[in-house]
């Protein structure tokens, strides 16, 4: 079993959550930490000079974006060894990350969404970098509809790793498409420089707005495995009695 | 390594000559996608004033719009059949390279649609009326996209093809991934056809590294993709 999965029960009643001391501590840090971020994000900190009270919006935009590509370059790193070890926790870790991304993704495009209304006047323009973010979001919801066919779990596995594979291929176009193309979109605030444009409480905020986002992914996502995991041995379970009856049948 | 590298070209182009002469014999592509672009290049006429001059300053988007909605017909029947009779599990069996078949398939597709994309020039210029500028920026950008096109619908319609929902899984899963290669073809044939400024070669090479991508990622991945599919 690896470190991921599934805690027996001790009492022997077979699993009855995914949960675990390390999962509880986990989702611990995720409430105080996103309890704190809307502190600082919505009372300690001030508007910015230039963005005004939009920039909130950057304390959700920024690291969920920056987790969802995280998050696909674990689904593709995950695809890639998958493809060759065909180990079943590659698989299900996977599928896992590229739920999230998608999930993670969406907020972004919202966040992205409100403060272009703000900023630009509308909700949607036909950016380089929002039209690119909103073709990775497509590849990514293929990718969930690939997972979601049924097929046996070696076919599954094997084509969900090579969509997830030819989707991250697309990340650094979309990721520098603002340098490619003249763009609309806001320069890259924190790594864009050595020199952040913004400081104090708001750059704070920002860096831990990371913090925060980064605990709820990780929690979420060894949730996501373990559902996944279990949903596998069910479906091991589901066949075996299905052998077992037919063969009682057949004896009977 | 040399002579590896002549066997996997030959393979490929046994693989190619197979699809092709199939195609020619069915006439699918001529009798059902030659007609179908023909009627999306009317239709687009009659949803956009002819007479303004819109259809014109459009003409680059439609173009590749339309070889992109072909592409997805041609990819699908080109691994539809395939899966007839037992081709898939014979070609596993031939003992062909997995590269020279993945390469062979590309090669179909790129001279297939280069027919379709031929047709479309042909159209443009006579229901659109386009005047052809920049032959050489043309010529580049329609050579790196089609073999990008090609190369992305050879690694996904395999993997589409063997899935109980194949009909409507391979426009999603396709029509994203080409998206970029849409957007910078557009861009370098609205340049060479003088309808903006600016340099268009940089986005001819663009497509060039998009191609290389997919083709890179066929041939690395064709080999667990027959095995699995």
Redesign the interface.
């Known amino acids: 079993m690896t470190d991921l999965a599934v805690e027996p029960d001790p009492a022997g009643r077979g699993v009855t959550s995914t949960a675990s001391r390390g999962t509880r501590i986990l989702g611990a840090a995720t409430i105080v930490s996103m309890a704190v971020l809307l502190l600082y994000a919505f009372g300690i900190t001030s508007p910015d000079a230039q963005l005004g009270e939009s920039i909130r919006i950057m304390y959700v935009h920024v690291p969920t974006i920056s987790l969802t590509y995280l998050l696909m370059v674990l689904n593709a790193a995950c695809g890639v060894f998958y493809?060759r070890r065909r180990s079943e926790f590659a698989d299900l870790l996977g599928h896992a990350a590229g739920e999230l991304a998608v999930l993670f993704l969406g907020f972004s495009i919202v966040s992205g969404a409100l403060w272009g209304r703000i900023t630009w006047g509308a909700y949607w323009v036909w950016d380089?970098r929002l039209?690119?973010t909103a073709?990775?979001f497509?590849?990514y919801?293929?990718y969930l509809?690939?997972r979601a066919?049924?097929?046996e779990p070696?076919?599954r596995?094997?084509?969900s790793a090579?969509?997830g594979?030819?989707?991250a291929?697309?990340i650094p176009?979309v990721h520098k498409s603002v340098d490619?193309w003249s763009s609309l979109h806001q320069q890259r605030t924190l790594f864009g420089t050595l020199d952040p444009e913004i400081g104090g409480t708001q750059l704070f905020t920002l860096l831990f707005s990371f913090v925060a986002f980064g605990f709820l992914a990780a929690w979420l996502l060894v949730h996501r495995f373990r559902v996944a995991w279990l949903a596998e041995r069910m479906a091991e379970r589901e066949l075996e009695f299905a052998i077992a009856e037919r063969r009682s049948e057949a004896q009977s | 390594m040399s002579s590896s590298v002549r066997g996997i070209g030959g393979e490929a182009l046994l693989i190619a000559g197979k699809d092709l002469r199939l195609e020619a014999r069915s006439r699918v592509a001529a009798n059902h996608v030659l007609p179908f672009v023909l009627a999306v290049v009317l239709l687009f006429g009659f949803a956009l004033d002819p007479d303004s001059g819109i259809l014109r300053r459009a003409t680059p988007g439609l173009f590749w719009v339309t070889v992109l909605f072909a592409a997805v017909l041609l990819v699908q029947r080109n691994f539809a059949i395939e899966r007839q009779n037992g081709v898939s599990d014979a070609l596993r069996l031939s003992g062909l390279r997995p590269a020279g078949i993945f390469l062979g398939k590309v090669l179909s597709l790129v001279v297939q649609l280069l027919v379709v994309e031929l047709l479309m020039a042909g159209c443009a210029v006579v229901f659109y009326d386009v005047r052809l500028r920049g032959p050489l920026l043309l010529l580049a950008t329609t050579a790196t996209a089609t073999l990008a096109i090609a190369s992305?619908g050879a690694?996904?319609g395999p993997?589409a093809s063997?899935?109980?929902?194949r009909d409507t899984?391979l426009p999603?899963?396709l029509?994203?991934?080409l998206?970029?290669v849409l957007?910078c073809a557009t861009r370098a044939f609205q340049i060479a056809l003088g309808e903006i400024a600016g340099g268009g070669w940089p986005w001819a090479g663009?497509l060039g590294i998009?191609a290389a991508?997919?083709l890179t990622?066929g041939v690395v991945?064709w080999g667990?993709?027959m095995?699995?599919?």
């Open positions: 493809l380089a039209t690119t073709v990775l497509l590849l919801v293929g509809a690939v066919v049924q097929a070696q076919v596995g094997t084509r090579i969509v594979i030819a989707a291929l697309l176009i490619w | 992305a690694v996904y993997l063997g899935l109980q929902v899984a999603l899963l029509v994203p991934v998206a970029p957007l663009m998009v991508l997919y990622l991945v667990p993709l095995e699995e599919t």
